[in-house]
């Protein structure tokens, strides 16, 4: 199993973070991934309001599947996504997110120069996230 890709996407529905680590499916154009972000932004919060079994903030969109590949959604507290792409059939997901989450706060959030809702540019999100997902793909 395989993990394609992964996005951060801030409470405004703007892409502040994506990389791809595996080349299964074919890399797409910044602006096209940030259209999709967006879209994907506007369903989520769409679906929340929808969801006859949860209410709140944390409800919506949980995960989709296209032909050959699924993407998970982890919706944190603050409204930040982070989105998953991966090969069907891909289990631990839920663990997944939560520990690319305690990065981002790690690395990330506990940055005195990072503005929160805008890219992220962190080397050592960004090691330490190749590090997890290399022993994810393995």
């Known amino acids: 199993m395989t993990i394609h890709s992964l996005w951060v996407i801030n409470k405004a529905g703007g892409l502040v ?6 080349d299964t499916l074919p890399p797409l154009a910044l602006n096209t ?13 769409i679906t929340a309001r929808l969801s006859p079994t949860t209410a709140g903030p944390l409800a919506g969109l949980d995960s989709f599947e ?3 590949w699924g993407a998970k959604v982890f919706l944190t507290a603050t409204g930040t ?3 998953v792409l991966h090969s069907l ?3 631990g997901l839920d663990e997944l997110l939560e520990r690319v989450y305690e990065i981002y706060a790690d690395a990330v959030m506990k940055n005195p120069f990072h503005t929160p809702e805008m ?4 080397a050592l999100f960004e090691s330490r996230l190749a590090a997890l997902m290399t022993t994810t793909n393995a």
């Open 17 to 22: 973070f994506s990389r791809y680590y595996s």
């Open 81 to 83: 996504k982070f989105v």
């Open 89 to 91: 059939g891909q289990h």
């Open 119 to 122: 890219p992220i540019n962190s």
């Open 33 to 45: 991934i940030l259209i999709l972000a967006g879209t994907l932004h506007g369903v989520h919060a």
């Open 66 to 68: 296209a032909e050959g």
